[in-house]
């Protein structure tokens, strides 16, 4: 009985070992699973990024190009300077010698050498360098001291085309008008120059791989630039004759609504954007400036008075004395005792005011500013350009016949240049 239990209690004791050896076998597994298929991507993405070094090269800008394939923004490559400190020996020969050739503080440059980081882009004394600098810093032959690939944004014809182009910052990235709106597309996509380094960041032989960085996507804009060039030289000519506050002109297709030419005064370099006020640099008028249209605002009050049928041009008669009164208000007509008795027809001719003020009083207010929101006033055309005003018009429920005769023959609203032009 003795012997029976013996036998028992090492049976037991093997069933319990065996199944403690099956536990910790399947806890084993089961870690291993998690570590090499679940944590893969993450514990191989650090491993890596202890060893591994990435030298960024950025890809080029999209070039913008007129209707004719005239280019009117690109690139000129240029280098910027990285550091991977633990390769560079001598900190203090390095600091000393290349402070002196970016004109920067010894101090500046020592904390950049010094930085506990696997790689230090010296930002921004160090960036977009010219080749006289670049040659200058390489040929000091410098262990642990880089020259990555850069572009620097051009404007082959600085100031033309300025406030519709816009500029960049420092990273190439679109600060204002068509380089602002378009940014995503015209911004490249970094490559690299790859390696491996040991434990003490120094670099490994036959370890580098280079992946090619990708270049923006190229625009072709309406604007055409012999038509741009004149629009400039002529506003440049006005401004030296008259010398007026502003001046500005848009050029525009009549029969497809394209923007052949587009350009305000005071102008800017887009290359030397920091040399310029912010109100120098975002007052693209034709878009932004809002002005009363005048006689040339006409053309609604006639539109909607032929598409409404209260008028015959040919047959119906208004006789201009010089004058017409509305609500106490005399509205003068530009020539000095009137036309007389004239058709519409003639009212059109003349530009005759008290003429379009009767017009306007037939359509009434519903109708006639019906037709103005329909024809665009009012609202943003929806240019793809930052900072395009909508112009100011009168709210329909506070408009009297006072302010319905003015807005007749275009005063007392507010357009911009670039909603009279797609009119």
Known sequence: ???????????????????????????????????????????NKYASSLWSR?????????????????????NITTSSLVFIPNQIEDKEYAATKISEILGVSYEDMYEHITKATSMERVHPEGRRLSYEVADKIASLNIKGVYLVKESKRNYPFDTLLSHTLGFVGIDNQGLSGLELIYNKYLTGEYGAIKYYSDAKGNRLELTEEYVKPQDGVNITLTINYEI????????????????????????????????????SRPTYSPSNYQDYTI???????????????????????????LEEKIVDLYNDKYFDSGSVTVEGA?????????????????????????????????????????????????????????????????????????ELATTAFGQGVSVTPIQLSVL
């Open 330 to 402: 005399n509205l003068h007509c530009w020539k000095h005792g009137g036309h007389g008795e004239q058709t519409y027809l003639e009212v059109v001719e003349n530009s005759c005011n008290p003429g379009f003020v009767n017009l306007g009083l037939k359509l009434g207010k519903e109708k006639l500013f019906s037709y103005i929101e329909k024809f665009g006033f009012g609202q943003k055309t929806g240019v793809d350009l930052n900072g395009e005003a909508s112009g100011i018009m009168f709210d329909v429920d506070q408009i009297g016949d006072l």
């Open 1 to 43: 009985m003795g012997e029976y239990m013996f036998f028992k209690n090492i049976h037991i004791k093997i069933k319990l070992i065996t199944l403690l050896f099956f536990v910790l076998f399947l806890i084993i597994t089961i870690r291993v699973f998690y570590i090499q298929v679940i944590k893969y991507d993450f514990l």
């Open 228 to 263: 741009q060039e004149a629009l400039e030289r002529e506003l440049d000519n006005a401004v030296l004759k008259y010398n007026p506050d502003q001046a500005l002109g848009i050029a525009m297709n009549p029969k497809t609504g394209e923007i052949l030419a587009i350009a």
């Open 54 to 74: 990435n030298l960024p090269i950025e890809g080029n800008r999209g070039i913008i190009y007129d209707r004719n394939g005239v280019v009117l923004a690109d």
């Open 279 to 305: 109100e120098e640099i975002n007052r693209n008028l034709p878009i932004w400036m809002t002005y009363e249209p005048g006689s040339t605002f006409k053309i609604i009050t006639l539109s909607a008075s």
